[in-house]
Every structure is written in structure tokens, then in C-alpha cells.
């Protein structure tokens, strides 16, 4: 038994530089996914929360679902990142855009003014509307992916927070049900508007 006993502790102890070495790998492959900014799945992660107006045209595509209902509500949402996708890939090889960013601004002022008027457009023409719009957005993403470590990663990950915008957008436009809700949702679409006017102010002044 005494010749038994110390060799268990001795076995776990081997381990430890097999464990320290594992968990170096895997620090430096973590690392190297984050390389650049706009690379890894955390940075596409954040990249459209960091952007105002990314961020306020794709929550305000989920309150124009939810002022739509049915199949809107769900179908919208899934357009935009869907097209945005496409959107990035033009972005990737280099395919030119007219004026994006003056595209980007308008599609917040445009999206919130529908949302403020509780425009009713037939469901074809604001799938139309909503992918027009990806397709620029999706491009401002794509062409920052040739420089980014892991593109896949960061295309998932621009991807996964576009979708949770809309829910959110979709769940704050639940309380449209209610007259007073929809009146807060009416107000939300003007700010959204108000943002986009001043984007595209913004914009045109970078032209000059």
C-alpha cells in the first residue's frame, strides 16, 4: 500500500503542465479571434451597439413590425439581417454603394417617420423598404470584415445582435395594443426621425 499511496498525486501533478499548456493554446487562439477591431465574435457582437444609427433604424424595423401585426411583426425582422447578410458579402469584395452612409442616415429618418405616422403599407412593399435599407447597413458591416481576424465570427456575431435590436424593438411595440402605448410608440418613432435628420445632416456635411 505505502508504495501505492503516492502515486495518484504524482499522476495529477504530471497533468499540470499539460493543463497550463491547453489553457495558454487557448488564451492565444481567444486572442487571435479578437485581432483588429472589427474582429471576433464579441466585436461583431458589439459593433452594431456601438453605432446610434445602426442601432435606432433596427429597432425601429421590430416597432414597425409590431405596428403591423401579423406577418410582419416576425417577417420584417428576419428580412433584415437575412438581406444584411448580402448586404456584407458586396461589402467583402469591394462592390461600391452609392453614398452609404447617407443611405444609413435615411433609412433611420425613414423608418421612424413610418413608425411615428403608423404608416400601413402593404406587406411587400415594407419588405422592400426594409431590405433596401439592409443592404447599405449589411455593407458598412462588410466592409470592415477583410481586415478582421475571424470573419465568420464577426459576421455571426453582427448577425445575432441585429436580431436581438428587432426583438427588442418588437417588444416595445407591443404596447401599441393600447392607445396610450401606441402614442408612446408614435414618440419614439419622431426621436428616431429627429436622429435620423441629424445623421443626415451629418453625412451631407462630410461630403463638402
Partial sequence: MRGTVPTLPHR????????IALLTLTDVAVAHDQVGVPGGLASGFLHPLTGLDHLVAMVAVGLWGAQLGAPAIWVLPITFPLVMAFGGVLGVLGVPLPMPEVVIALSALVLGAVVAARLRLPFAAAAVVVGMFAIFHGHA??????????????????????GLLHLCGIAIGTLSRSPAGGRVIQGLGVAIAALGCYFLLASLGGMR
Fill in 141 to 162: 458591416h462588410g466592409t470592415e470584415l477583410p481586415s478582421a481576424a475571424n470573419p465568420l465570427s464577426f459576421g455571426v456575431g453582427f448577425v445575432v445582435a441585429t
Fill in 12 to 19: 495529477r501533478l504530471a497533468r499540470v503542465p499539460l493543463l
